[in-house]
C-alpha cells in the first residue's frame, strides 16, 4: 500500500471534522434557548429523511454534486446537533444526553425519543433561533 494522495487526505480531514463537529456543538451551545418538539420534528424530518433523498438525487443526476454535500452535511450537522441540544432542554433531560447525537444509530434513537419526550414541566419557551 502507498501513502495517501491529498484527495485521500483531505477527504480524511473531512470526515474527521464531521465526526466531531456533533461534540464540539453540544459543548458551546450555551444560549438556554429550547426547541418544542414540533420544531424538533421538522428537523428530525429534513435531516433523517429529505437530505438523504436529495443527496441520493443529486448524485444519481451528477457525480459533482457529491462535492457540495460536505459543506451542506457540516452546516446541517451544526444546525442539527444545537437543534437537539435544546429540544434536550425543552424536555428536561441534561445537555449530557445531546452527546448522544454525535454517536452514530445512536442519533436516530436520540431523535426518536426527542420526538415522543413532552416537554418538561416549567421549561421557559423560547424558540427565537432554534
Known sequence: MGTM???HGIVFVLTL??????FVV?????SGKVVPRGR????FLAIFVVLPIAAA???AVQRAFVLL???AGMIAIYLYQRVVVRRCRDAGLP???AYLGGVPVLNLALGI??????????VRVSTAGG
Do not use: D
Request: proline share 8%; charged share 10%; hydrophobic share 50%.
Open 26 to 30: 453540544t459543548a458551546i451551545e450555551h
Open 95 to 97: 445537555k449530557a444526553v
Open 113 to 122: 425519543y426527542l420526538l415522543l419526550k413532552p416537554s418538561a414541566a416549567g
Open 40 to 43: 424538533f420534528a421538522l428537523w
Open 17 to 22: 471534522c464531521c465526526c466531531a463537529l456533533p
Open 5 to 7: 494522495s491529498n484527495w
Open 57 to 59: 438525487v443529486t448524485t
Open 69 to 71: 454535500w460536505w459543506p
